[in-house]
């Protein structure tokens, strides 16, 4: 985790990783965020997992209920949530995390044509709002998701790529 530094500045930064990475990634930038003000979450893996994040709030000797007062959770299961959640205002530059953007896409219920005009409008909306505050997307993309993926790498202004270490084949001699 040293290697990824949290994000301060105002910037659309993209963090792409294996599961159990962006959990721990998502769990340490949440809770270094919230030492110092209140940080929004939104989720649309439904994967966010608040004792988890109790845990490394209490790890670090943070006072638990004062830090988890300033985490605003919000999940979205459909495109439309999401991008609903996006436009909507946030006060004070409030940095912003996006856990599994690419998840509430996947909805074969919506047409192909309209879920790329609403990751348009997700993507603008994430934009504007990195113009005032941190905004950090973290994702584990599926091969089917890999033209969303392209554009949201065109937008983001950072981009972490992690990969997961492929096992060592012990090599045999013939």
Known sequence: MELITVPHSPTLQLLIAPSAFQRQAALTFIAELAQTGPIRVLDGGNRFDVLSLNRELRRRDLPLYTALERVQVARAFTCYQMTTMLEQPIPGGI????????????????????????????????????????????????????????????????????????????????
């Open 95 to 174: 940095p912003t995390l996006v856990l599994n953007l690419l998840t509430t896409f996947q909805d074969e219920n919506a047409p192909l044509p309209e879920r790329l005009r609403l990751l348009e409008t997700c993507l603008y909306c994430l934009q504007k709002t990195a113009q005032h505050t941190p905004v950090l997307l973290i994702l584990h993309p599926q091969p089917a998701e890999e033209p969303f993926l392209a554009r949201i790498r065109e937008t983001a202004d950072r981009v972490w790529v992690f990969e997961s270490p492929h096992p060592s084949v012990q090599l045999t001699l013939l």
